[in-house]
């Protein structure tokens, strides 16, 4: 998962289209013998969800060309004798060092937010510990958590419960017990958190026009911590 998500990050720069990237994971996918666990699930015609600048998640891949400063989020799933994992991955098109200092702010919120949630998911700790992880970090940023859409279990299949805020208080929700597998995402905009249906009726983006990022692992609780199965 994770060495199809380097390859395909590597292609990522302007002019390269949706279509092109999803084609690639296509391509990848049948290279290493593992099933596009997107494509076809509740309709999506797709193997990678490519979310654009104001785009939270679910973007469905497109032919136009990306452009330099665009965020770009690739959402990837698989599955493998009989087993899903979930992966996703921000960055910013083009060179990093020409971009806003507030987008490159907002994309290293996102990633810390969840590296810091990750720390926490070990037996013991509670799911309102790992959402009030994400919730403080994304808004210490000034940056808003989408409330709309939340983190999930998985396992033989792609979306499985509990489902996982990414706010909340510490201390609430269930108790995670080792043998959990979970996603952990946080989706964070730049304005409001509101989002609505985008026009291709598969996609989320921001009702306010605002640019989105996403970030997502796929976690094992395991008695000595959090193995991150798409590191």
Not at 24 to 30: R, V
Not at 124 to 138: E, V, W
Not at 168 to 195: F, H, S, Y
Request: aromatic content about 6%; charged content about 20%.
């Amino acid at each position: 998962m994770a060495r199809v998500m380097r390859r395909l990050l590597k292609q990522v720069k302007p002019g390269v289209s949706g279509e092109q990237l999803n084609r690639a994971a296509l391509a990848l996918f049948f290279d290493y013998g593992v099933e596009p666990a997107f494509l076809g699930h509740q309709g999506f015609p797709a193997a990678l969800c490519v979310s654009k600048n104001n785009v939270v998640v679910h973007g469905l891949p497109d032919s136009q060309p990306l452009n330099s400063g665009d965020i770009l989020s690739l959402d990837l799933g698989l599955k493998y004798q009989g087993y899903c994992l979930d992966m996703a991955f921000s960055v910013i098109v083009g060179k990093k060092a020409a971009a806003p200092v507030r987008a490159v702010k907002f994309l290293q919120a996102g990633q810390n937010a969840l590296q810091e949630a990750i720390k926490m998911a070990k037996p013991g700790n509670t799911f309102g510990d790992l959402s009030a992880t994400m919730q403080k970090i994304i808004e210490s940023a000034g940056f808003m958590v989408v409330r709309n859409l939340c983190g999930h279990g998985i396992g033989q299949d792609l979306h499985e419960e509990p489902q996982i805020l990414n706010f909340g208080l510490a201390g609430e929700g269930e108790v995670l017990r080792e043998g959990m597998v979970i996603c952990l995402e946080p989706m964070l905009t730049m304005g409001d958190w509101k989002i609505k249906k985008s026009a291709d009726g598969f996609g989320y983006e921001t009702s306010d026009g605002s640019l989105a990022c996403h970030f997502e692992h796929t976690i094992a609780i395991t008695k000595k911590g959090p193995l991150v199965l798409t590191k």
